[in-house]
């Protein structure tokens, strides 16, 4: 399996930018597509997540109602659009995939320990 990421960049804070991860090597319609970000000198964070199944979502409180994750199963293509991004938005982001995972609403946190397969990452700073 490889992720290709895309769309990161710069931007000013209340702005807007859409993720893409580009997947191949598998049929991907039973998996669990998760985006993680790392800040520099912190942890990687779980931010967002997709069943390819059925399309459930989950995304952690501090990206609620700016972030949303979506997935073009005809195109292995899934996207993170980002709105009203804020300075602490600013990290490098990771698309993730793994078939044995479950993205599920009631999820706490994503586990970056469950995802087998990454992308290399983009960068999205955000200024003030």
């Known amino acids: 399996v490889q992720l290709v990421e895309s769309g990161g960049g710069l931007v000013q804070a209340g702005g807007s930018l859409r993720l893409s991860c580009a997947a191949s090597?598998?049929?991907?319609?039973?998996?669990?597509i998760a985006w993680f970000r790392q800040a520099p000198g912190k942890e990687r964070e779980g931010v967002s997540c997709?069943?390819?199944?059925?399309?459930?979502?989950w995304q952690t409180d501090s990206v609620k109602g700016r972030f949303t994750v979506s997935s073009d199963n005809e195109k292995n293509t899934f996207y993170l659009q980002m709105n009203n991004l804020k300075p602490e938005d600013t990290a490098v982001y990771y698309c993730?995939?793994?078939?044995?995972?479950?993205?599920?609403?009631?999820?706490?946190?994503?586990?970056?320990?469950?995802?087998?397969?990454w992308g290399q990452g983009t960068q999205v700073t955000v200024s003030s």
């Open positions: 090597g598998s049929t991907f319609d039973d998996y669990a």
């Open positions: 993730a995939a793994d078939p044995m995972t479950r993205c599920l609403a009631s999820l706490e946190r994503l586990m970056p320990t469950l995802y087998r397969s």
């Open positions: 997709i069943s390819t199944t059925d399309g459930t979502s």
